[in-house]
């Protein structure tokens, strides 16, 4: 840049506008001199011609005075005009050398001029001279001799006309010289309009070129500019510029600039990276390690250590917190004191040090490869509100420049209110974490505790377990073997006495009916015959006595048969035997039979058979056949108006339980349904016993001896179903028998597996039932008994099949029951009765309900750990949280179930101790 | 132990130590970073139970006597543990994760240090009730095998029914609680089918890794029994097996009071303690 000479913009332009004037100059005096020449040539043309002109002139002139001087001489003879005469031929002569000389380099002028001196110096010879002499001499007959012939004038006119000829060509090459001016004249204007343009052209290219030098350059640098502002990089490019000019200049300065910024950006960004990377640390030793393995990495140093000022006692010490060391990890002293080496100098004075000429010995900084000696130290105090906070001791092999170290200044600036804060952040951390370790403590200590003292109960538990075990086993050895001997011995008697009784009962009843039925054939036949009146000797009123006592003594088989049958099915005689039987043919076979009874009694009949109803089903064609007549004709019986309908529907294997499905997989479920007077729940399960009907008033209405439906009830079970019943009062009753194919017959054990299908009253005791049928199967075991033998329970709710059903399943474990029919009657019981463990509470109960029940228990009687269990509907989380609210201590859902409830009652019954 | 000379604290923090790393080296169980004193008073109660003088004496009977270590083991894991414990945490967990889970295709959950299972069994129960059971699986780990073996048959000793079923009610159950066992007179049987997508498996919090990303982590009152350091490792941990977005739920005692765990969650619900990760 410097060994190029400073052409600056200015010069450039003034050199432009040089070389433009110089041209111009140079075309000016190019043109003037051409001008002038032209000029001068012209000056010269018309002077000279002039000149000839004149000088020709006078030579006629003289030759004409000579002329005219020698006539007046020979006239006159006065010799005065001898003297003219002489006098012009001596004029002519130098006149016609000056002319001569004129036509110096024009030989043709010359050769004329020659002529005109040979024609003229003639007539001198010829006439002047002569008539000069002859006058001298007088001989004027010569004269006029000479006149008369007169050369002279001959002459004359040959002089004149050469002179004309002379003066004509002379003026001929003055044109011609003229033309010649008037073409250089020309040429000097095209010259003078070339100039324009030539020197026009130069002024552009120099414009041109100069203003281009300027731009390209002014281009450039705003190309860089604008490179350098798109570029993202934080080394940034340079602007070159090659001239040497006012905008190198330019690019200088923002070069200058540029390096500035660059370095100033890299110290910010530095400076922000650090405190990027040590913001949100909240540990000092974390907050040190960054910090300084940031600071090395960003001054390139090869060891750094970072102390801490900690007070212990008033013993102020500065405590290594991190280290950074390129190969090596035990780096710098572990702490020092104020004042203590160069480092505890520092820290006193408040001051950074530098470091270059490092001693020989000091700590060499390792590689993997070999140790180096550093070579420069720098120790930097962090400074918060006067004091020294920390310390920051840094090591190179390079030495630290210039930026290295004003970063490291900039950053420590702010460092220290970091290091303060999270020195104090880390105080309230500690007690926070103390106070939070006490709570933890606390915590622990009641776990411990709770797990002591369970363990210590558990312990207890088992020993006094184990004992009571072990003696209850001794003493229960002895006494079961007695006890079971006795009992074996017992239920042996009874067994045999119940044998001989069934026996005896049902002998008589077979005997009976038996005996019964030979004189009331008698009667039967004897009446028929005596209604007939084929002799026609009775009355008519006799006639109609006859009939009676007939239909009557039928209604007394009819009796003595089901008597004889249900007497055969209690003593187990009755021969159940499985055939197959044609489906089909029932509907017809039905229809046949109880047509007439519907048209009779003009109620639709209607019967109707699914279609995947297998035409084979194996049973016991009769009694089968005998149930649904049964069912039928109680249907018909009960039924006044509307309607009677017959259903076989073949039951889906998804309906089957699965001890239905190991009896058989093709079941019916034949349904009877009426519109009849109906049965109240409360009888439901009153009417398949023995004898029974739903009231008396009933009997007194439609008669029959009620042991229809219990027949119906024991021969369903023998064909392996069962019979059950949907009804309401005044709605009719639907009858549902559900058998099963069996071609094989059926084994005996299988009817006690069933009877738990047995007819419920409703879907609550049915089930109730159900499960207990099945507990009844399994033992009670010991301690089974023992949490529930003698416990009080109260059962709160009006309806009396329930409590029927729950009462019946308690008391078989042992518990003793109390019932109670509404809320009031229970806080009645309550308050007579203190020993009360447990109550079930139904929720809604006529004049004070469940809920409001259980509130004056537990907030008036404040009787709170009483165990209450609420009896809600299911799906109902109201009723949930509402017995909640209440103070129900736990709740089941409606319908019960007796596993459940068991289940519930155990845990509320259990001492909590135990 | 404060009233003891500061000779005889010292020889005692030495006994321990020697007797924790005894047990770590024989049977791989670090108790060397636990709450050093709970484990000093689950020493002392052990010493007091057996009458034995000295820790040392503890030491010899661990390295020498048959059955003894485990005992020691047993004492020295705490399983303490009901059935919807604090009830209001699982009524909040209803109320403010279910709602997160119900679009999640599955869901992991991972319950450490489940103790004898009991709320596991919980958490189960809720899920059922909420219809998030089928497409849950719940990994219930302690370092425990015994226990483990305790909660895998989902029964629980009957007269503990009556308590769970205060906290079962007071956790917003939704149905009867006796819908969900059976009983005899000895213990109550919770139903098979909550077992379903319940893996139990042994897995100890101080020395075993991750085995999964969870959705949620379940670790109510095991890491008071650590040292902060170790609650702290813990906790990374943690953070680590979750998935963005994840929830972490304490014990009602415990914090992640951490400072370099905190940034890494949101309270959901602070009282409860369960915090979700953000990413």
């Known amino acids: 840049m410097f060994n190029k000479l400073k052409v600056g913009i200015r010069r450039k332009i003034t050199l432009g506008y040089i070389v433009i004037i110089l041209c111009l100059l140079a075309s000016v005096l190019i043109l003037n001199n051409q001008i002038i020449s032209l000029q001068k040539e012209r000056n010269y043309i018309i002077k000279n011609n002039s000149h000839i002109h004149a000088v020709t002139n006078c030579i006629e002139k003289y030759i004409l005075d000579m002329e005219s001087s020698q006539r007046g001489f020979v006239i006159t003879g006065e010799p005065s005009y001898l003297e003219t005469y002489y006098e012009a031929g001596e004029k002519w002569r130098s006149d016609f050398n000056e002319l001569y000389q004129l036509f110096e380099n024009k030989p043709t002028q010359q050769q004329k001029l020659n002529e005109i001196k040979a024609t003229i110096e003639h007539w001198i010879t010829t006439s002047g001279e002569p008539s000069i002499e002859f006058k001298k001499e007088n001989k004027a007959e010569a004269i006029w001799e000479l006149y008369k012939v007169d050369v002279g004038r001959k002459d004359m006119e040959t002089v004149r006309a050469q002179f004309e000829s002379l003066r004509s060509e002379v003026n001929a090459s003055m044109q011609a010289k003229v033309n010649d001016l008037d073409k250089r004249n020309s040429i000097v204007t095209h010259t003078l309009l070339g100039i324009l343009v030539f020197i026009s052209v130069v002024a552009i290219i120099i414009a041109n070129g100069i203003s281009r030098s300027i731009v390209k350059t002014l281009t450039q640098v705003t190309q860089t500019i604008q490179e350098i502002a798109a570029s993202k990089s934080s080394q940034k490019g340079r602007i070159h510029v090659r001239t040497n000019d006012e905008i190198n200049d330019l690019a200088v300065a923002t070069n200058e600039l540029l390096d500035i910024l660059e370095r100033r950006e890299w110290l910010q960004l530095n400076i922000a990276e650090i405190v990027t990377k040590y913001q949100g640390i909240c540990a000092i030793t974390k907050l040190a390690e960054t910090f300084l393995s940031e600071i090395a990495q960003k001054t390139q140093s090869s060891l750094g250590a970072f102390y801490v000022r900690e007070t212990t006692d008033n013993n102020i010490q500065f405590v290594k917190k991190a280290a950074f060391a390129d190969a090596r990890d035990d780096v710098g002293i572990e ?44 120790i930097v105090p962090i400074i918060f509100e006067n004091d020294v906070i920390a310390v920051v001791e840094l090591a190179t092999m390079t030495g630290f420049n210039e930026q290295q170290q004003r970063l490291v200044k900039q950053v420590i600036e702010t460092f220290g209110l970091t290091i303060n804060s999270v020195l104090g952040r880390m105080e309230i951390v500690r007690l926070l974490n103390e106070s939070r370790a006490m709570t933890e403590e606390l915590q622990m200590q009641s776990e411990e505790l709770q797990a002591q003292s369970e363990e210590l109960q558990m312990q207890t538990e088992e020993l006094t377990v184990i004992n009571e075990q072990l003696e209850e086993r001794t003493n229960e050895a002895e006494l079961k073997t007695r006890e079971l001997e006795q009992a074996k011995r017992e239920l042996e008697e009874s067994a045999e006495q119940l044998l001989l009784n069934s026996n005896y009962k049902s002998e008589f009843l077979a005997n009976m009916s038996h005996e019964l039925r030979t004189p009331l054939n008698s009667i039967l036949i004897l009446s028929e015959m005596l209604a007939e009146n084929s002799q026609s000797n009775l009355s008519d009123e006799e006639a109609e006595f006859a009939k009676v006592i007939h239909s009557s003594g039928e209604d007394l088989l009819a009796l003595i048969n089901d008597i004889l049958d249900l007497s055969k099915v209690e003593a187990g005689k009755l021969d159940i035997s499985f055939d197959e039987m044609n489906m089909s043919e029932v509907p017809v076979q039905i229809e046949q039979t109880f047509a007439p009874v519907a048209t009779k009694k003009n109620l639709q009949f209607h019967i109707s058979k699914e279609k995947n109803v297998t035409d084979i089903f194996f049973t016991d064609e009769k009694r089968f056949k005998q149930i649904l007549k049964n069912l039928l004709s109680n249907a018909f019986k009960f039924t006044e108006q509307g309607s009677v309908n017959l259903e076989i529907k073949q039951l889906g294997q998804e309906q089957l339980t699965n001890n239905m499905q190991d009896l058989s997989a093709d079941w019916l ?105 099945l507990s009844e199967v399994q033992e009670f075991s010991q301690h089974e008994v023992e949490v529930f033998q003698g416990k009080n329970i109260l059962i709160v709710d009006d309806d009396y099949r329930n409590i029927y059903a729950l009462k019946n399943a308690l008391e078989k474990r042992g518990m003793d029951i109390l019932v109670a029919k509404d809320g009031i009657e229970c806080l009645d019981i309550m308050q007579s009765n203190g020993g009360i463990d447990l109550i079930l509470m139904d929720i809604m109960m006529p004049n004070l309900d469940g809920y409001e029940t259980m509130s004056i228990i537990r907030k008036q009687l404040n009787i709170t750990d009483l165990p209450i269990i609420a009896l809600t509907a299911k799906a109902m989380k109201n009723d949930r949280d509402k017995s909640l609210e209440a103070g129900a201590s736990d709740y089941i859902s409606k319908p019960l179930n007796l596993d459940q409830l068991i289940s519930v009652l155990r845990v509320w019954l259990v001492s909590k101790g135990s | 132990m404060d009233g003891f000379p500061l000779q005889q604290k010292m020889q005692t923090d030495l006994e321990i130590d020697l007797l924790l790393e005894a047990i770590f080296r024989l049977s791989g169980f670090d108790f060397r970073q636990y709450n050093r004193p709970s484990i000093s008073r689950r020493i002392s109660n052990r010493m007091r139970m057996d009458n034995i003088p000295t820790i040392s004496h503890v030491l010899e009977k661990v390295i020498h006597e048959n059955g003894f270590l485990e005992q020691l083991l047993n004492d020295f894991s705490i399983n303490v543990t009901e059935m919807f414990r604090n009830p209001s945490f699982f009524n909040a967990f209803r109320r403010e994760v279910v709602p997160y889970l119900r679009d999640y295709p599955e869901i992991r959950i991972w319950h450490a240090g489940c103790a004898t299972g009991e709320e596991v069994f919980s958490m189960a129960i809720l899920l059922q009730e909420e219809g998030l059971k089928d497409k849950a699986v719940i990994y219930a780990t302690d370092m425990n095998e015994q226990v483990l073996e305790k909660a895998k048959k989902g029964v629980f000793p009957i007269n503990k029914m009556q308590a769970y079923t205060k906290n079962y009610m007071l956790a917003g159950g939704h149905h009867a609680f006796s819908e969900y066992y059976k009983t005899d007179y000895q213990y109550a049987y919770f139903h098979p089918s909550l077992l379903k997508n319940i893996i139990f498996a042994q897995h100890n919090l101080v020395t075993d890794q991750s085995f999964n990303e969870f959705h949620i982590i379940m670790c109510r009152n095991v890491l008071i029994y650590f040292s902060s350091d170790l609650q702290n490792k813990v906790h990374y941990l943690f953070s680590e097996s979750l998935s963005n977005n994840g929830f972490l739920c304490l014990g009602d005692k415990e914090t992640i009071r951490f400072e370099d765990i905190i940034p890494k969650y949101k309270e959901i619900v602070g009282d409860e303690k369960i915090y979700q990760k953000i990413e």
């Open chain 1, 335 to 378: 702490s020092f004191k104020l004042g203590q080496g160069l480092i505890g100098q520092c820290a006193l004075e408040k001051k950074i040090l530098i470091y270059n000429d490092i001693p020989e010995d000091f700590r060499l900084i390792g590689t993997s490869l070999g140790e180096v000696p550093p070579k420069s130290i720098f």
């Open chain 1, 669 to 773: 479920e034949i349904t009877v349904t009426d519109t009849g007077i109906g049965i109240p729940k409360d009888k439901h399960q009153l009417i398949f016993e023995s004898f029974q009907q739903a009231d008396g008033a009933i009997v007194r209405k439609y008669g029959g001896t009620g042991l229809g439906l219990s027949i119906c009830k024991e021969l369903a079970r023998l064909l392996g179903g069962w019979i059950s019943l949907q009804s309401e009062e005044g709605q009719g009753s639907t009858f549902t028998l559900t058998i099963p194919s069996l071609p094989n017959g059926i084994e005996e054990q299988k009817y006690l597996e069933l009877a738990i299908h047995e007819v419920g009253a409703t879907n609550e005791v049915h089930e109730l039932e159900e499960e207990e049928q």
